[in-house]
């Protein structure tokens, strides 16, 4: 029986050993969005961009209120580590129900509805939650680098060494193994729950096969 779950709980661990996508975000926000931001008159790249021409201020703002709006839509994509625990934790159940011989039993009906129908758990629903955070990452991270880019060509060499020294792409970095790791993981997850569900039938015929 051991056995048979071992490869679920070890995905579990691989779960629990994935970092906190909201520590990389808050890092992230820390020191590449907060230092372009307005009103942070005390830094010195911002206190360089205040000084720009109208045309290259109002390209990078524009440019920004882009970025914000992205990047705020990524914080609330970043629930995931929970959620994933939940999976492999209802999925642990179900096959050790299914070798107790409790296939039809009402937990079992319950963790199959909650897997295939509910909107927030289910493993449909964050299969789609999680791509969409690496859409969202993608789409955050070719922003960032153009951004990047035409600070480089607008503001002096030592401002642009200034923001270029921050370990902000440290924390994209982060983000984007976090995101691949999930990815790894919920497929794993989802063949894993395939497999939990042919097992099951095939054991419902046999027993109804039994019973005839």
Known sequence: MQV???????LRKEILSLPEIGSDLKGFKQ???????????HNKVQSELHNLGHQEKSKINSSLKNFYSE?????????????LQGLSHAMIDMKLLGLRGAESS?????????LME??????SSVISEIKIFDQKLSQVENMYHDINGYLHQTLSLEHSVALLDLPHYAYLKNLKETAKHQ????????NEFVSIQRKL???KKKQKRASD
């Open 71 to 83: 990047f705020k839509s990524l914080e609330s994509h970043s629930v995931f580590t929970e959620k």
């Open 201 to 203: 039938q095939v054991q």
């Open 31 to 41: 020191h590449w969005v907060k230092p372009l931001r307005k009103g942070q008159s």
């Open 106 to 114: 009402s937990k079992m009906k319950f963790l199959q509805s909650t």
């Open 4 to 10: 048979l779950v071992m490869g679920l709980k070890e």
């Open 118 to 123: 509910d909107p927030r758990l289910g493993i």
């Open 183 to 190: 990815k790894r993981i919920v497929k794993k997850l989802g």
